[in-house]
């Protein structure tokens, strides 16, 4: 017997086990072992209690470690290094009788790490693989009474230079451990083909099933009970099964000692003409990739938190989840069968620590490993392959290319031909169904989808999918509608899953003052990490959703709506893949607009209803105006638009005269600086053109277009954009208007800013018109142009009307509309797991409350940022709970700001929304209302109705 310690730096496949199969319901005994295990390190450490499924280091055992790409370990394949800990898990349990009366198997779902496991000192075999399930026979070693089952676990393997996905390193009995009772005459296995024609209508349905009995199958909704397995059976008409509409039908397969049921859907993935087809029709994704992750247990996620996920996503219109970078717990993929998304399976399997070494070693390509790569993907297709939802199977990420993962393609192509194989590292898309690239720009996937990039023959005959993109990171992700706008437009774009659902922040209990302490890369003490790199959701860790979530929910809306003014219309698109409109509702009746259709309607407007009035009144054509389309069963809103008015800048009549002391109006102004430092009973501090923001996650990462340059925070920083020094040139009197000039520039560089401060007031409030002119020869593009002030006490609220409830960049916010909005001070901050500019609202006027009293700003469309902190200290913060206690308001009006962009992983801001050096001009008017203001009212229309 070879030692546990010498088989570690096996690159086999784990013995002992059964052959893999798939997940089934069945009226078989079972009995779930999951609860209190004991656990010890080994050797030599004294029991203690472990809650399974858990991870170690998350129950006191070791700590968890955040490496991305790189190897936290000298990479020495197929060596583990000899620091290496390893415990031992012992449960003790009575056997179920019911079990006990057949033969029996012992099921591991998932053990991170590698393992050896004993019953009543048997030993059955080793785990390897770790997020795939594993099987033991366990008859005759499983005994009457109490039973003793042991799991030696070690935390590195040669397996592990195989599961290098960019996540925590935990090690841990992190999913079910079942025993299930196997009668003689059971059913070991089920494969079900199920498949749509659309041509007529008909489904034809298969059922493969491993048994040494006698088996039937019933299908009770198609009113028979009788089918024989192994044999095609035609059905004229069947409800097919999509993601819109996930028809499933009950299928039950017995024998006569076992009942298996299964929910079949029928349909079918194929590819014509290089495009992606879903029972003949296209089918666009709308996806995201997920992993699993919980704040407290890792990647132990319980099926109801896994459920209110996936309804989250569906709430936002996403309709695609790549399971990356492994198989998810089993029971999560009967979820989306029943809820309706279409699922990219994808094999555990990541080798991307070797690229940094030139992907020299690489296991992809080496003989030694092929059984375990063949071992993988066997058991990733034969578990899952009963499901509806499942369209593609990928053979892994970011593993490089080589020869086992040619063969692992032919495997899975051989063993399931109704699925499409996917691998983004396939360099010529030789071994896949069809081109998949991660965070190619814009520019690139318009060629691909044109076919006017240089590919080969057979390429051209893919489709193409994104399977990662648009990086969500920090604030962003910047530029989502340029690329939805591409997948419209070409059938080629069969879309993509943007990176990445959750947020990966493991939450390290609460601080005082009552805040969360989310962790990441670095907090647990690691040498080798990769620091915030793991913080890159949609949602939070906790599943509260981010800001980009409403953006994804407006760009992925399945109907497109366009409100034109001018002449009075509504024009739909119905992008949904075979759905007409019937479940929705407008407020209105809707025409009939099918699968692919547009139809322009004429609108006749109706306001909401002015207090007194009702019925269908002309639009006032000064007053927004929303068509919101919700999903009747639901509620959730599925699509919306808006159409906004043009206003006028805001007017002030200037009647108020500048003293010869610097007043005017409810200001004064100070001498020395020629700024502001009172208005009304506000004292203002620190007023002063600005063109820099606390650098985005975004702004920290190199672009790919130009990943020869520095990031933008590098180039700010080379620059000395946050550290503008101001000189003040004169102050004038011109008719009623204060104006002052100043110069500023950064230390160092001679560029710098030339800012025409021009001061207005009509006795109530202090109006602006600002003037940035760039002299010199500047180095960098700028991240804002605009004034910063601060106010003496934290703020509680604000209040506007604009653009909101979510924050908006040049290149985010789709998900953001016109009307009135509150937020605390944290919901308007925008605070992220690591402290970056975030927050800015489009505003026509706000109000700013500072307890008590409040500074009004009005403008139209002014981006306006209000915080506890300055920008510095929020640049200088490596956690939210870090941050310091609310003391003061910094408030940031811009005329400009740059876009955001995905450059943390992918491309940078797109052209169209830099900000390169040049004249900027803003408007605003301040005011520290002397009066309560009016209650906000909605005077917005919400409703329209086209006419019949
Ligand atoms: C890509 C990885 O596939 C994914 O797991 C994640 O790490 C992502 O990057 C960044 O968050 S690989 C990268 C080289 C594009």
């Known amino acids: 017997m070879t030692s546990f310690r010498t088989e570690l730096a096996s690159p086999q496949p784990g013995r002992g086990s059964l052959p893999a199969r798939a997940h089934l319901r069945s009226d078989a005994p079972h009995q779930p072992l999951d609860g209190t295990w004991q656990v010890r390190r080994h050797p030599g450490g004294a029991w203690s209690e472990i809650r399974v499924p858990g991870h170690l280091p998350l129950q006191g055992h070791g700590a968890p470690i955040y490496a991305n790409v790189r190897f936290p ?54 785990l390897r693989g770790s997020r795939l399930t594993t ?81 039937t199958v019933g299908v009770p909704a198609l009113g028979r009970d009788d089918l024989g397995a192994g044999e095609s059976h035609h059905f004229r008409s069947v409800d097919p099964w999509t993601a819109e509409n996930p028809m499933l039908y009950a299928v039950r397969v017995h024998t006569p000692a076992e009942v298996v049921t299964l929910r079949v859907g029928f349909r079918t993935v194929h590819v014509a003409d290089a495009t992606l087809m879903l029972n003949g029709r296209p089918l666009l994704l709308r996806g995201v990739n997920r992993h699993e992750h919980h704040p407290l247990h890792g990647r132990a996620v319980d099926l109801e938190t896994a459920r209110a996920e996936l309804l989250l996503m569906k709430k936002h219109n996403i309709n695609a989840v790549r399971t990356s970078h492994y198989p998810p717990q089993a029971s999560f993929l009967d979820l989306t069968d029943e809820l309706g998304l279409y699922v990219m399976v994808e094999n555990d399997l990541e080798t991307h620590g070797f690229e940094p070494n030139g992907w020299r070693g690489n296991p992809s390509d080496d003989p030694q490993w092929r059984d375990a790569y063949i071992d993988r993907m066997r058991r990733t297709v034969e578990r899952d392959k009963n499901h509806a939802s499942v369209l593609f199977w990928s053979l892994g990420n970011e593993a490089g290319t080589g020869a086992n993962l040619d063969a692992i393609a032919q495997w899975a192509k051989r063993r399931d031909p109704s699925r499409l194989v996917h691998y983004e590292g396939d360099r010529r898309s030789l071994h896949v169904d069809v081109y998949s690239r991660m965070y190619a720009d ?53 879309g993509g899953f943007i990176w990445e659902w959750v947020e990966h922040a493991l939450h390290g209990g609460t601080t005082a003052d009552g805040r969360t302490i989310q962790l990441y890369g670095g907090d647990f003490g690691e040498r080798v990490h990769d620091g915030s790199f793991v913080i890159d959701g949609l949602v939070h860790a906790d599943r509260t959703p981010g800001p980009g979530l409403a ?18 219309t509504l024009t739909i698109v119905n992008r949904y893949h075979s759905l007409g409109l019937s479940h929705l509702d407008a407020g209105f009746p809707l025409p009939h607009v099918p699968a692919g259709a547009t139809v322009t309607v004429p609108l006749q407007l109706r306001s909401a209803p002015p207090p007194g009035a009702d019925g269908a009144v002309a639009v006032p054509p000064d007053l927004p105006l929303t068509v919101s389309l919700r999903d009747r069963d639901q509620g959730h809103e599925v699509a919306w638009a808006q159409y906004v008015p043009p206003r006028p800048p805001v007017s002030l009549r200037a009647t108020a005269v500048p003293s010869d002391d610097l007043r005017l109006g409810p200001a004064v102004f100070d001498p020395g600086t020629g700024m502001p430092v009172r208005l009304g009973d506000l004292d203002l ?75 207005t007031s009509d006795g109530e409030a202090l109006a602006l018109d600002l003037t940035i002119e760039p002299y010199g020869q500047w180095p960098c593009e700028w991240a804002r142009a605009g004034i910063d002030l601060r106010l003496d006490r934290p703020t509680s609220q604000v209040t506007w009307t604009g653009w909101g409830p979510g924050p908006q960049y040049p290149d985010t916010g789709q998900g953001a509309r016109y009307g009135d909005f509150t937020a605390d001070r944290d919901t308007y901050a925008e605070r992220t797991v690591r402290p970056q500019e975030h927050g800015a609202r489009r505003i026509d006027d706000a109000f700013i409350d500072v307890g008590g009293i409040g500074l009004r700003v009005r403008g139209v469309d002014v981006p306006l940022t209000v915080r506890p902190w300055s920008r510095q200290t929020v640049a200088a913060t490596a956690h939210d709970h870090e941050l310091p206690a609310a003391t003061s308001t910094w408030i940031s009006v811009d005329a400009a700001a740059s876009g955001v962009g995905t450059a943390s992983c992918g491309p940078g801001v797109l052209p169209a929304y830099r900000l390169a050096p040049s004249v900027q001009r803003l408007r605003v008017v301040l005011q520290q209302p002397i009066r309560e203001l009016p209650a906000a009212t909605s005077s917005y229309q919400s409703v329209s109705e086209p006419s019949p």
């Not at 290098?164 to 025993?179: A, E, H, K, N, Y």
């Not at 953006?551 to 009075?568: G, Q, Y």
């Not at 020094?725 to 560089?749: F, H, K, Q």
């Open 442 to 494: 814009t520019a690139e996937v318009a060629r691909i989808g044109a076919f006017t990039e240089p590919e080969d023959e057979h390429r051209r005959t893919l489709p193409f999918l994104l399977c990662e993109y648009a990086h969500a990171m920090g604030n962003g992700p910047g530029g989502l509608s340029e690329y939805q706008e591409l997948f419209h437009r070409w059938p080629r774009l069969a």
């Open 551 to 568: 953006d994804v929910a407006r760009v992925f809306a399945p109907v497109e709506l366009t409100i034109d003014a001018s002449a009075s």
């Open 135 to 215: 099987e033991f026979d366990t008859t005759g070693v499983l005994r009457d009474g109490v039973n003793v089952l042991d799991v030696r676990l070690a935390q590195w393997s040669a397996h592990s230079y195989l599961e290098d996905q960019d996540m925590w390193w935990m090690p841990g009995i992190f999913r079910s451990v079942t025993l299930l009772a196997r009668p003689e005459g059971g059913i070991r296995d089920v494969f079900v083909h199920a498949s749509y024609d659309h041509r007529d209508g008909s489904g034809t349905l298969r059922v493969d099933v491993d048994s040494d009995a006698v088996v």
């Open 73 to 126: 370990f000298p990479v020495d394949p197929p060596f583990p290094p000899d620091d290496n800990p390893v415990h031992d898990h012992r449960l003790e349990f009575e056997a179920d009788p019911a079990v006990l009366a057949h033969p029996s198997v012992l099921r591991f779902e998932g053990v991170d790490g590698a393992a050896t496991v004993w019953l009543n000192d048997v030993e059955l075999g080793t």
């Open 685 to 759: 501090h620190d007023v002063a053109v600005s063109l820099w923001r606390a650098p985005t996650e975004n702004d920290r990462g190199r672009g790919w277009e130009e990943h020869d340059l520095p990031s933008m925070a590098d180039r700010w920083a080379a620059a000395h954009l946050d550290d503008l020094r101001t000189r003040l040139i004169d102050v004038t009197v011109d008719g009623a208007a204060l104006v002052v000039r100043t110069r500023s520039g950064p230390p160092v560089i001679d560029a710098g800013v030339d800012v025409t401060w021009r001061w």
